[in-house]
């Protein structure tokens, strides 16, 4: 993605400093995303809203007599966890259930669904990381899931990033959801140390790569690593698939297809991919949403 020269050139023209944090931002959207910053570094600033004859709107840290206090949240509130449910996903004191956003841990067992290994060690972990400590959230653009689950990355008093070190001590695999892409790189590049490094999960057989040619009517459970060759590419209106040996396919979302590189480009290769695999009647699929899912394999 490149820089928006327009957006560059605003920014740099702010001045920041222990007492003043901004000055006039006009209501745009480069505007308003340089407020949220601001108000981020400066929380306990008011900022003033108001119009001038020409009918503009501004935004200050100074007092007008024809402004009115703008209430926003700066996100460095803390707040205790009372419930840590598996190795991502928690409820705050104030109630609300917490997923991490861009990891995944495995599962622990709940009603009908059996463990995954390393889920009770994520669990184990987070309990431990999370004793007599406050959290702080900070969001991406999306700020539930479709279980009303608010999602959020958690930053300890002690400014530990909590998605990034479960990562790094190889208890979660990065998981992207597109648009919330907010730290994607940091994250990426943890899983792949951890992975490196042989650390937690990435050392444990469950979680070796499978042969797609050994995928059976049963499929797999949980999060998994499927390797085989593109054999060709099949379009849809709403998607493009992968098409592997075996009745298997990896689908991309056409409307995250700028994030990957030309798909064509994997046809004849072999990859490896990561995710959920689910079927329908004899065909396996795995929905890839970030290309940080899809590991071309050195064949040599």
């Known amino acids: 993605m490149q820089d928006n020269p327009a957006f560059v050139d605003q920014f740099s023209s702010y001045v920041y400093s222990e007492r003043s944090c901004l000055r006039s931002i006009g209501k745009s959207i480069p505007g308003l995303l340089i407020l949220m910053l601001c108000m981020a570094a400066c929380a306990d600033s008011k900022v003033y809203q108001w119009q001038d004859a020409k009918g503009s709107e501004h935004f200050s840290d100074r007092f007008n007599p024809d402004a009115t206090v703008v209430n926003i949240k700066s996100g460095y509130e803390f707040y205790s966890v009372k419930t840590v449910y598996d190795g991502d996903t928690v409820e705050l004191e104030d109630g609300r259930k917490i997923r991490f956003l861009g990891i995944n841990t495995p599962e622990i067992q709940h009603r009908n669904n059996p463990a995954e290994a390393g889920g009770e060690e994520a669990k184990a972990w987070l309990l431990d990381k999370l004793k007599n400590t406050k959290v702080r959230l900070e969001f991406d653009v999306e700020k539930t899931d479709k279980y009303g ?78 390797v085989g060759k593109v054999v060709s590419i099949r379009n849809t209106s709403k998607s493009v698939y992968l098409i592997f040996p075996n009745h298997f396919e990896a689908r991309i979302e056409r409307q995250w297809l700028f994030l990957f590189p030309d798909v064509n480009e994997y046809v004849g290769k072999a990859v490896e991919v990561r995710g959920w695999l689910s079927k329908n009647k004899k065909q396996f699929s795995v929905l890839i949403r970030h290309p940080s899912a899809l590991r071309q394999i050195d064949s040599r």
């Open 149 to 226: 689950r608010t999602l959020a990355y958690l930053f300890t008093e002690k400014k530990e990033h909590i998605n990034l070190s479960l990562v790094k001590a190889g208890l979660a695999t990065v998981s992207i959801y597109p648009p919330n892409l907010r730290y994607v790189n940091e994250l990426v590049a943890a899983g792949n140390t951890a992975e490196q490094d042989k650390a937690g999960l990435w050392q444990r057989l469950e979680y070796a790569a499978i042969p797609v040619g050994s995928l059976t009517e049963a499929g797999y459970h949980g999060w998994t690593r499927l």
